[in-house]
């Protein structure tokens, strides 16, 4: 699909603000929303039943859009008191029988694609080939792998000495590859790389090896996409990037008259931050980072730009706000944080960011101006929770996190 590389000119300044990470994300959002803190002028009279139904707000997963709406339910936009639920799409004071219409809640990357048919702007999608379904597209790829060890080349057989290559041995062993080689397409599809670049990175030691590992991805960069083009179909997650970049194109080129904003994304996906970015753009855009760390110095922050040169920085909790702002060609000065917490969670903000600095910057702990009583009054609600691996989570297992109390 056509992507646009021309962006829309800004009248004014991009509205980007930040929830502090000791600050519940989506009730500081959703009163900053019904206060007028976003996008100025709106929701205007936040008791009218209307005054949010032309918003639009991105979140990052359709539980954050269910708790989104709950959140609003709950909220007397007149009285700014909580208040039960009257309808599953409207918020008020029971006793008084008071309803609103909600605003559009969605969930980033989950394009309704049958309403993007009724949009302006929208024709793209049209031209977008359904996605391959699960069962089919395993079928499929299995197909192609059993009888992959017959077709290597003598030379790269070779590499295997006097052992036979035996896998796949079975059809089950061939499905399980194909579990295996799906999630692979959709990984790669999804951080939109390229599979021209993967003969490239083998180290010298390896380049035999690699041989065997690139003739089984020919599989999927050779073969697979003239079966996709045959049956007219594509990758699930080729397809959801589509749909976003279709969205993408419709904002641009069609603006809505309503307030867009997206809360709570860190924009990971190349298609999503593209999206945020358009989002940004609009004259009644805004963005809502969750946590942006405002204490880091700049040579910590600095480095978490250097990726390429520091792969280390990869794991650092900062890093993926950094490269989005990069891609929004925004600095982290101009982003404005909505701070209501006390002075006691500002300074465990700020023992957070200094524990998590980048290791190459950590000579500035010999400088920090914090006495050993503020220090200690800050860990105060800090737990440490220990986990059995990097990954953590699962019932009984323990995860070293740091967990703040609120």
């Known amino acids: 699909m056509e992507r646009m590389s021309a962006r829309r000119p800004r009248d004014g300044k991009q509205r980007l603000f930040s929830i502090p990470p000791g600050t519940p994300f989506l009730p500081a959002f959703a009163r900053a929303l019904l206060e007028g803190r976003l996008v100025e002028g709106f929701p205007g009279n936040p008791s009218d039943p209307l005054a949010l139904a032309n918003a639009t707000i991105y979140v990052p997963t359709r539980r954050a859009a269910r708790a989104l709406r709950s959140i609003l339910v709950d909220i007397n936009p007149a009285k700014g008191l909580s208040a039960k639920a009257v309808s599953g799409f409207a918020f008020g004071n029971a006793s008084e029988k008071k309803s609103a219409i909600l605003p559009t809640i969605k969930p980033l990357g989950d394009v309704d694609e049958d309403a993007a048919f009724f949009n302006a702007g929208s024709s793209g999608v049209f031209d ?68 021209s670049e993967l003969a490239t990175i083998a180290p010298e030691d390896l380049a035999d090896w690699w041989q065997v590992t690139l003739g089984f991805l020919n599989i999927v960069t050779n073969l697979w996409p003239d079966i996709l083009a045959e049956r007219k179909l594509s990758n699930p997650a080729a397809h959801r ?84 702002l990069d891609a929004m060609q925004t600095l982290r000065e101009d982003v404005e944080h909505l701070d209501d917490m006390p002075a006691s969670k500002r300074l465990r903000e700020r023992v957070v960011s200094e524990a998590l600095r980048p290791a190459e910057t950590t000579d500035a702990w010999g400088k920090l101006d914090m006495e050993a009583d503020s220090l200690h009054a800050a860990a105060q ?17 323990r995860s070293r996190l740091a967990r703040c109390d609120q």
Do not use: C
């Open 128 to 195: 977008i080939n359904p996605p391959i379904g699960t069962a089919e597209r395993l079928l499929l790829l299995a197909r192609l792998i059993r009888p992959w060890r017959e077709s290597l080349p003598s030379h790269v057989r070779a590499l295997f000495g006097v052992d036979d290559v035996s896998v796949p041995a079975t059809t089950s062993d061939a499905i399980w590859l194909a579990r295996d080689l799906a999630g692979l397409m959709d990984q790669v599809e999804t951080d939109g790389a390229k599979w």
């Open 241 to 324: 990037n589509d749909l976003i970049w279709s969205e993408v194109k419709r904002l641009r080129t069609h603006p809505p008259a309503g307030p867009v904003i997206v809360a709570g994304s860190t924009g990971s996906i190349p298609a999503t931050a593209e999206l945020i970015s358009a989002i940004a753009e609009l004259p009644n855009g805004a963005v809502v980072l969750p946590g942006l760390d405002r204490d880091l110095d700049d040579a910590a922050w600095q480095l978490l730009a250097s990726a390429t040169d520091n792969p280390s920085t990869y794991g650092h909790p900062q890093f993926g706000l950094r490269k989005l």
């Open 381 to 397: 609600t800090i737990d440490l929770i220990e986990a059995a691996n990097e990954r953590g989570g699962g019932a009984g297992r």
